[in-house]
């Protein structure tokens, strides 16, 4: 059966617009969303308004945003990490206790310590989940409790400090124009650093692959254990970076200052268009989605609202959230 | 149902033998936890009463602070009540505390109507919070921990706005009584709730159909399908019975506190959780049961007495819960796959 | 010298035996066969030989030395490539992503691609990619490891001719350059016209080695049956059916129990036919035909496309496996951990089904329970001596579980889906027996089974089903394997062809 028909050559095709549209339109309706909203809680006051507010929600969603991107690295592979806000807050105690009488670069260095630590964190509960086979949800659950008994341990009521320098990376640096707060280019360096580059390789695609189907990933000849591992070891990266940004947010440590970020940053994942049952989306999506949330809470204490009953909106849309996130599997499945 | 089943990948099944006094010990564990646990809350007493006597030179091994215990106990083993129903069906339930808080607060804010009216909202409250969070998780499929705890934070925020709107007035004097006072000097009167509601958790598990089904959905919820079972319902009931439950755990708390405030029953929430999976019930649902619950509420209970005597602090106590919940689930899990 | 050979190789899950004593020897520049009817270890033995699976017992060696086949990763190393059913590409990955995942070159895939006149548009997800195609994609990918031994696992299973047979040319390229290929199929006519020599595994064993061209199609089935020992098996069975099946004419009469008209729902492809109370009639069908289908959406699993289901005479819309169980149609499924209760006891599970509504969720009657379990036990006679968890019943006693609490809760229908797969000879016969006389008690029985030896002995008819849909009937009697082998192939019966 010799080839005699003429092939059509479609390798160096142009950019598929419908394509991309369609295998990444949850992410831009996220973005579109955002917009909106921006729009929204712009034209919603009559208060004079400027850099200043967009640099206070900059600071609101800046912790937001790492823990959501921690936990869509964890969810993409296939797992769950609810001990996301506790080791945020174990990280914002520990930068906070000890960079009180330290000068700005030594607390540089030492968050790049914390950053590391958290890797190891992650790590270790990335092992303990592979050795016990016990399942993700009931480890990190556990792992929570302890991270959150460690935060206490170390600081019991807040307090602390950090070089004043620290706390103005994110509170009041900004790049070129007074509107562009730091703390955006710091987010956009993470999620360069911590995740493009990773995407880009092997283990970034085996992330997906053990997400995506375990079994297919070991026929593969992928490493699982060791992917999963990686995979809890990057979102205590991020967790770790989140709490140093509360730190740097609060100038203050304390062992609660996480607590929240546990089901917001689930809840940002769903909205951000990753999948609970892992392999798809990617950290571009979560990281809109946590500005949308703290967008909405924003716009509410704005317009008025209680900020408890903000609060209690805010967690209610993240239930809805999570319950339209479980349908969409369902229909998935079916 | 096809016959060309994909292998399980991870890794080969374990081959190293665990040395065998080590899995004797899991067997006893696994299979008859009830005497093991009663040894260990016996042996945790003597331990205390050892210890106070040496630290504050009086003994803890009375029938006074038998009663104390009971009466301390009452409140976890309420909260566990209904985790145990939960966790057997394979579930969690993170907003049993929050359910319990806002129990108390409907206590002490309508307690000037009667104590009745206050029970019923109290309970009514508990009811309605069971009913979202086990539609969610029997409906909509969230998973129950985020369902759950997304439930509870906003459960949480709305008393913080109830508070600010509405003052924690009086906490009726029945309900004190229920959940401060004794009966002949050593029963405490909350066992007239936890005893009745042990017996028929108990009972109830056993011999009812709803029973039957609350373990079946924990053990294999696709062959309940298969059976006929609409496991949503199974669900939709473990999770209100849980709301229930726990704010008749809130109204007793609120009994013995005197008043309410919005942190009253954070602390029980992890206790409630371990309490049941120290009692044996699987933290994967299908086996277990209240009775070993009882014993694991009774035991985290000395331990918390103990710990308090040691000075412990509050950081401690929670980092040593979660490294019990974990190590126990790793226990159990072997058990399960070693047979 | 053999290139690789498999030597007294067994596997076992739990109560199940998958392989028994499997030998296999391929030599270099050959494309040999491994076949076997469904059941019979071949796949186990593919997967034990890819380093998916460690064998219990045996050895694997390659060029003559042994070697530890721990991983599929190590069996690349050794120069083993395989192919599976179910493509190893993440559905949520582009292909070439997929590719570089595994480290293959992308240009290399390409070639391989286009030498096999395929054209793919690399940066299309996985998932987006139909099936067949990415079978050849996966293919093209073991081929540009350019390994010494290429497997190829049923991959030409629900592939379009056009692509078979492009499969067929890879197998003999492959061949020609000194390589080797070890297929596994069920297309025998693939086997006879590429094959040089094949093996065939009965129940875990190998029964031979034969070359395809001598002796054909008749002889290979003559090894996957073993005729001897199934016929022996037969008329050992045949004694503990005592009764005689109802008169056809009798049965006729009778008001249907379940009415099948033109049923679809994704492979089934217009489905009907009629069961009458009293009457067990057979489901034939290769893998994957749409027995699966055509059974979930009686149990109520699943939902129809179009078509009608009658149970009782009533239209049947079930939404839930709840309101076939309520028309009384029940399942026992072939997988028993789909229908049990692991951890719970054999009371607890006999009696399940009974509290599945909300009307029983009130105190159980003991007494009645009691009774109905125990007369459903003694009825199947179970072994009840592990009773307190069925997980550690054996595989035949967990079978009979699954069947005594339909007993225990009543039913008109029951739909029976490979109920003996892997469980041993003895209880399969009770099985049996206990089939025919529910269907002579009025029980009317849909029966599919993967082991064509049941048919002939349990049921009244056999229907055969190929690509979704019914392609014939056999009676009963009539119904060995050999005509079963044929007419789920699709082929025409033997006594119709000559």
Known sequence: MTSTTATVERERRGFDLRRFARRHGWTIGVYMLLLVLALYWRSSTNLPWGPFDVQSLAIDALPFAFAAMGQAAVIISGGIDLSVGSLMSVANVVAAKYMVHMSFREALLFSLLIVLGGAVAGALTGAVIV????????????????????????????????????????????????????????????????????????????????????????????????????????????????????????????????????????????????????????????????????????????????????QVIQGTLIVLVVMIGGLAIRQRRQ | MSSETTAHPETPPQVAAPDSRFRQGRRLLGDNPAIALTFVFVALFVATDIINRAQEGRPFLTLAQVSTTLLFAAV???????????????????????????????????????????????????????????????????????????????????LTVYSQHRFASLVPSFVNKMGSERFFKYIPYDLFVWAPVAALIILGLRYSGIGRMIYAVGDNPAACRLAGVRTWQILLFVYAACGILSAAAGILLVGFNDAADLAIAGPFLLPSVAAVVIGGTSIFGGAGGYSGTILGALILTVLDSLLTILNASPALKQMLYGAIILALAALYARAVSSD | MSLLEARDVAKEFGPVVALRSANLKVDAGEVHALLGANGAGKSTLVKILTGVLRPDRGRVEVGGKAVSVSSPARAARIGLAPVFQDPALVPDLTISQNLRLTRASVTAVRRELRAMDLDVDFSELAGDV????????DLARALTRDPQLLLLDEITAALPSDLAERVVHVMRNWRERGRSVLFITHRLAEVIA?????????????????????????????YMLGPEAAAAEARAIQLDVDAAPASTAEMEKRPAALEVADLRASRIDGVSFTLRPGEVLGIAALEAQGQDDLFGVLSGQRRADAGEVRVGGRPLRARHPYDAIRAGAVLVPADRLLALLPQRSVRENIAAPRYNRFQRWGPIHLRDERRRVGDAIDSLQIDTRAARQVRRLSGGNQQKVTIARWLASGFQTLLCFDPTRGIDVGTKRQIYGLLRRLADDGAAILFFSSELAEFPLVCDRVLTLYGGQLTAELPGAAADEASLLRAMHGLVPEQAAA
Request: hydrophobic content about 50%.
């Open chain 1, 131 to 310: 050795v016990t086979r016990v399942a993700d949800i009931i480890v990190t659950l556990a792992m929570l409790f302890v991270w959150a008994g460690v935060a206490l341990a170390v600081l019991e009521v807040p307090g602390g400090g950090t070089p004043l320098k620290y706390q103005n990376l994110v509170t009041l640096d900004t790049v070129g124009t007074k509107w562009l707060p730091k703390a955006l280019p710091i987010v956009v360096v993470a999620y360069a650093l911590l995740w493009l580059t990773i995407r880009r390789v092997r283990p970034g695609l085996a992330l997906y692959a053990v997400g995506s189907n375990r079994g297919a990933a070991y026929l593969s000849g992928i490493n699982v254990a060791a992917t999963r591992i990686g995979a809890y070891a990057l979102g205590g990266c991020f967790s770790a970076l989140g709490g140093l940004a509360l730190t740097a947010a609060s100038g203050l440590g304390d062992a609660h200052s996480g607590d929240i970020y546990t089901l917001n940053s689930v809840a940002a994942v769903v909205l951000g268009g990753v999948s609970l049952a892992g392999g798809v989306g990617g950290l571009i999506g979560p990281l809109a989605a946590a500005f949308v949330l703290t967008l909405v809470k924003t716009t509410l204490i704005i317009k008025g609202v209680d900020q408890n009953w903000a």
């Open chain 2, 76 to 158: 976890l083993g309420l909260l566990s009540a209904g985790q145990t129903l939960v966790m057997l069906t394979g579930g969690v339930d993170l907003s049993v505390a929050t359910t319990a808080t806002a129990a108390a607060f409907m206590i002490s804010s309508y307690g000037a109507h009667g104590s009745l009216v206050a029970i019923l909202i109290a309970l009514g409250v508990g009811l309605g919070v069971g009913v979202v969070n086990g539609s969610g998780v029997a409906v909509f499929r969230v998973n129950p921990l985020i369902m759950t705890l997304g439930i509870s934070t906003v459960t949480l925020g709305l």
């Open chain 3, 130 to 137: 139909p099936l067949p195609l990415l079978r050849m994609i």
């Open chain 3, 194 to 222: 590429t094959c040089d020599r094949a093996t065939v595994l009965r129940d875990g064993r190998d029964v031979g080695t034969l070359v395809p061209t001598e002796g054909g199609e008749r002889k290979i089935v003559e």
